[in-house]
């Protein structure tokens, strides 16, 4: 490879991908085939035997007793606050610090997002927070497993049931992540999970689960996300068209055998980086919640040079992400709400400083170690 001036450590090394999602492939592509020529084969494209089976097995691994496969972890939201009876006139508490879809959902559900600034050290939600937000319209607490480390849900909890409010976990990147103990989808009333491609768990495309304990919630949902439907053309329900497909659901059953290696590969890089990049002027790393576990679908680190690091980065084929550059009191998309800037002080605080570094199982030693001495190298003599 010829050797571009401005480039110069680059050219060693090949490209660090944020996300490298052909090395998964690589490695499992006997298997994804054969379970796609079942499926393509068989022609049984919807609700097909492959979306029962990966729901009864995602379910398993989620501690829950039951998983609806849907189309996208935006659906799996609105679905479980829908089937929830959350609608019109009603408000549901989330952080400021998520992805959009969490504050979608409950808007395409017809009810009002009420944000909730999150935990400066940690990323999620503040449980110390959440009451002053309660109205008298609240009827659900939407904590996310920001990153995949699991949020501090015995507080938030106990405020739900003592308010009497319904917990709905985002769990869209935390699949098997727990809380002292219990799985991240097994503690509220719903845990919507997504199966975007880049997630711990990805599909083909999109896909996405709600799980449940209660039979009659899950029950409702299937409605839901089928066109209303019970029998064919008989609809019950004002419903959604907001299925698994069959052929994602065959894909996400091979990957799921997998993800708990998967996920125990991201822990012990996150370690690795950990290590690597201790005692750092100016660099702060990520803390841990008492009783959670993470399963590392992001590793974050956090500076004043936010910006001048990425670049450094990249220069050096370190591809990297901010996840999130603006919190959602500050999108356009929600100027309705009637937030201003100051509202949500460490949410703030975070978007201009945080940077999500490569994070993938099949990552390296070689891959952590270059990164980690390209950010030391960065931070010599800042602060
Ligand atoms: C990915 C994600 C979603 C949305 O999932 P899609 O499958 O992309 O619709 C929702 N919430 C969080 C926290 C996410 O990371």
């Known amino acids: 490879m010829p050797q571009s001036p401005a480039n110069p450590e680059a050219s060693a090394h090949k490209i660090i991908p944020f996300v490298d999602l052909q090395a998964q492939y690589q490695s499992i592509s006997a298997e994804l085939l054969a379970a796609t020529e079942e499926v393509l084969s068989k022609c049984n494209f919807i609700l097909g035997k492959q979306v029962a089976d990966f729901e009864e097995e995602f379910a398993r691994f989620a501690g829950a007793k039951h998983a609806v496969g849907v189309s996208n972890g935006l659906d799996a939201l609105r679905i479980a606050l829908t089937a929830l009876n959350i609608g019109p006139g009603h408000e549901v508490i989330l952080p400021a610090n998520t992805y959009i879809a969490t504050a ?22 503040d449980p110390s927070k959440i009451q002053a937000a309660i109205t008298p319209r609240t009827k659900a607490i939407m904590p996310v497993h920001l990153t995949g480390q699991a949020a501090d849900m015995n507080p938030i909890l106990e405020i739900g049931k003592r308010r009497g409010l319904h917990v709905i ?34 599909a083909a495309g999109d896909g996405g689960a709600v799980t449940t304990n209660d039979a009659n919630l899950a029950a409702r949902m299937r409605v839901f996300r089928n066109n209303g439907e019970t029998k064919k053309y008989e609809h019950v329900e004002k419903g959604l068209n907001a299925r698994l497909d069959t052929l994602q659901a065959a894909i996400l059953k091979v990957k799921l055998s997998r993800l708990a290696e998967w996920n125990r590969k991201r822990n012990a890089h996150a370690d690795r980086y950990r290590a690597l990049l201790s005692g750092i002027n100016g660099l702060h790393l990520q ?17 004043n040079h936010r910006d001048e690091l990425k670049k450094y980065l990249e220069v050096r084929g370190v591809q990297t992400g901010i996840h999130y550059p603006t919190p959602i009191h500050l ?9 201003k800037k100051g509202d949500f002080p460490n949410a703030e605080y975070l978007a201009p400083r945080i940077l999500s570094i490569p994070m993938f199982a099949e990552l390296t030693d070689d891959q952590i170690v270059y990164v980690s001495e390209q950010i030391r190298s960065f931070m010599k003599g800042k602060n």
Do not use: W
Request: proline share 4%; aromatic share 10%.
């Open 287 to 303: 803390s841990l919640i008492s009783g959670s576990t993470h399963v590392h679908h992001l590793f974050m680190v956090q500076t």
């Open 331 to 339: 999108q356009v998309a929600y100027a309705d709400l009637g937030y």
């Open 104 to 125: 979608f959902a409950v808007s395409a559900a017809g009810a009002k997002p009420v944000l909730v600034d999150c935990d400066r050290e940690n990323f999620n939600i």
């Open 169 to 202: 976990e985002d769990a869209a990147q935390a699949h098997g992540a727990q809380s002292h103990g219990r799985p991240c989808g097994s503690m509220g009333i719903a845990g919507c999970f997504s199966f975007y491609p880049g997630k711990n768990l990805g």
